[in-house]
């Protein structure tokens, strides 16, 4: 019998009662806490009239409402549409238009963000959990529901291929991609990554990676399938503070972007923290330079180093280097999980053999069901089952991928994937812009940052602060360009395309 | 010039883009108002220490020092005795 999503939470709700799931602030959540307030969620969403497929976005910062929200949802066997919460009304309409939710599961820190929503979404009903008339002292779905201690929960029919989660990659530009992905894809997923990480009841984490992309995401469900217990830090602003709840709850294990490690390897001496309780560390949204990787095992010598690779659309994971092989196979993301098939194919769709580079195809149990409501683009991405990643590599004699670059023109910034076009269309909204291309520049810290060439019309005066003011008002702040130049042209190929890798 | 008006203007120039002062309050927390993120305050930290010779301790990266212009005017005046 298929286990879903809900099924395996319960599994260790049943297995670690009284273990602490989530750690909030100053709140601890033992595994019975949540699951009661997921029921209760369930059984306030059920009194909303949701039903089984239907869609709900989540617009919340990292916190135990935002399990309990999304595990509720699941639990009545709906979609969870989870939001970036740095995004701008303009992107939120549009997700919340493609997905067709008709709830929105909010916290008064985007009341203005949702409020410029409602004009749009007349039909959308709004849940703010700060809003919540609460009966006594109980949490807040409990509260709302008055009740104390829930657990009668009529599990719906959920099947390996019922939808669980939409999750957005791209902004405005077009029809939204949102990647569709079934109980069955988490399951297949989160098992293999449970299994490498040998992750257990005994491991923690301080997670600073937002639930909403598929590399938090697959931390919190992971995490809570093994009984292990997660402890909130929704940012990385602060490194000390950071290292210092590793310290202070003993924790084993870490995660973050090539960018997280630039931030603590440059600015903060880790020879000052007794890092001894840190079992692992996982690195994943981009290449981390070498040097980084060699100074992170110096610095951290007992501690095993999984480098990553993955996509959305493949739930999360697709590849990791045993830590084992780190120095041996240095610069390769490693070996694909279990079940998963790794091609490199040429530009006419033939496989290549080992050691020649082409397009990375990969197809395996873990591949989205499509990009939602956007047909066209699910035939272009998805061939055959498998999924064109738009990644450039190779496979050596023994194995190991490498990667090399990409196809696309996606920009990468922090961990953040980002298409270029989207950044073009804001820019082309202001006057006095002939032309506009936006292209990704290698930064020390964060990967790449968003380089802006701009051709304008004689007339126009608008300078560089102006601009940078004007996307600061329509784009999330990763998004916002730090270097724009101006020129009199932009190149082109005879057919008019423009030569991005000559800017 | 004051710490105040040092930070002011360089988190107005370089995150606000901006010379209206209304858009910055002094009380404006960086990370609960999106001004800011992990690498903006890496560039905060190096302007107080170029700007006021101040060596930002590690365990002095947190927001109670940094989160906010008053924050950061608070925590410079302390450090500089």
């Known amino acids: 019998m298929f286990l879903s999503i809900i099924d395996k939470l319960r599994e260790a709700v049943g297995m670690y009662p009284d273990k602490v799931a989530i750690i909030d602030n100053e709140d601890k959540y033992t595994y019975t806490s949540l699951w009661q307030e997921i029921v209760a969620c369930n059984a306030y969403l059920i009194k909303k009239g949701l039903l089984p497929g239907d869609r709900v976005a989540l617009l919340l910062d990292n916190s135990f409402e935002y399990i309990t929200s999304y595990y509720g949802v699941l639990a009545v066997g709906g979609v969870v549409v989870a939001l970036n919460t740095s995004s701008k009304s303009s992107d939120v309409i549009n997700w919340l238009d493609n997905s067709g939710a008709n709830i929105l599961i909010t916290e008064s820190k985007y009341s203005d963000l949702y409020n410029e929503v409602i004009d749009s979404c007349k039909s959308l009903d709004v849940i703010n959990l700060d809003l919540m008339h609460r009966h006594d002292e109980l949490l807040v779905w409990s509260g709302s529901m008055g009740i104390h201690n829930a657990d009668i929960y009529h ?18 530009t077009g029809k939204p991609k949102g990647v569709t992905l079934s109980h069955g894809n988490f399951i297949a997923n989160f098992t293999e990554v449970i299994n490498y990480l040998e992750l257990t009841k005994n491991d923690s984490i301080v997670n600073i990676l937002p639930f909403y992309y598929s590399y938090g995401n697959s931390i919190l469900h992971t995490h809570l399938m093994s009984g292990a217990t997660i402890i909130l830090e929704n940012s990385f602003m602060y490194p000390a503070k950071t290292l210092s709840k590793i310290i202070d709850n003993n924790v084993t294990g870490f995660s973050g972007v090539p960018a997280t490690y630039a931030i603590l390897l440059n600015r903060v001496n880790l020879d000052d923290y007794d890092l001894g309780c840190l079992r692992y560390v996982t690195q994943a949204g981009g290449a981390m330079p070498q040097a980084h990787i060699h100074k992170l095992i110096s610095k951290l010598p007992h501690v095993k180093l999984f480098i990553m690779y993955g996509q959305t659309e493949a739930t999360a994971r697709l590849t990791y280097l045993d830590p084992e092989k780190l120095i041996d196979k240095l610069g390769s993301v490693g070996k694909p999980l279990h079940g998963i098939d790794l091609q490199i194919r040429d530009e006419n769709n033939n496989k290549l053999g080992s050691s020649e580079t082409g397009e990375i195809y990969v197809s395996g149990p873990n591949i ?92 126009s005066t608008i300078n560089e602060k102006e601009i940078k003011a004007f996307c600061r008002k329509k784009l999330a702040l990763y998004k916002i360009p730090k270097y724009i130049n101006f020129v009199e042209a932009l190149p082109k190929t005879a057919s008019g395309k423009i030569q991005r890798y000559l800017l | 010039m004051s710490v105040e008006k040092a930070i002011r203007q360089y988190v107005l120039e370089n995150y606000l883009f901006t010379d209206d002062e209304s858009e910055l309050a002094n009380n404006d927390s960086f990370l609960d108002k999106g001004i800011l993120d992990s690498t903006g305050i890496l560039e905060i930290i190096n302007l107080i220490e170029d700007e006021f010779k101040v060596k930002v301790e590690d365990d002095e990266m947190v927001p109670e020092n940094l989160d906010s212009v008053n924050n950061i005017v608070s925590y410079v005046e302390r450090k500089q005795g």
């Not at chain 1, 194995?399 to 269309?425: A, C, H, Q, W």
């Open chain 1, 368 to 459: 989205m069901n499509g990009y939602w409501n956007n047909q066209q683009l699910t035939n272009e991405v998805l061939i055959d089952n498998y999924i064109k990643t738009g990644d450039l590599g190779f496979i050596d004699e023994e194995g190991y991928v490498f990667l090399t670059g990409r196809r696309s023109d996606m920009i990468k910034v922090g961990g953040n994937r980002i298409s270029p076009l989207e950044i073009e269309e804001v820019i082309n909204q202001l006057d006095g812009i002939v032309e506009v291309a936006a292209t990704g520049v290698d930064d020390e810290i964060l990967g790449q940052v968003i380089k802006l060439t701009v051709v304008l019309n004689d007339k």
């Open chain 1, 155 to 172: 599990s719906p029919e959920i099947f390996q291929e019922t939808n669980a989660a939409i999750i957005y990659t791209s902004g405005t």
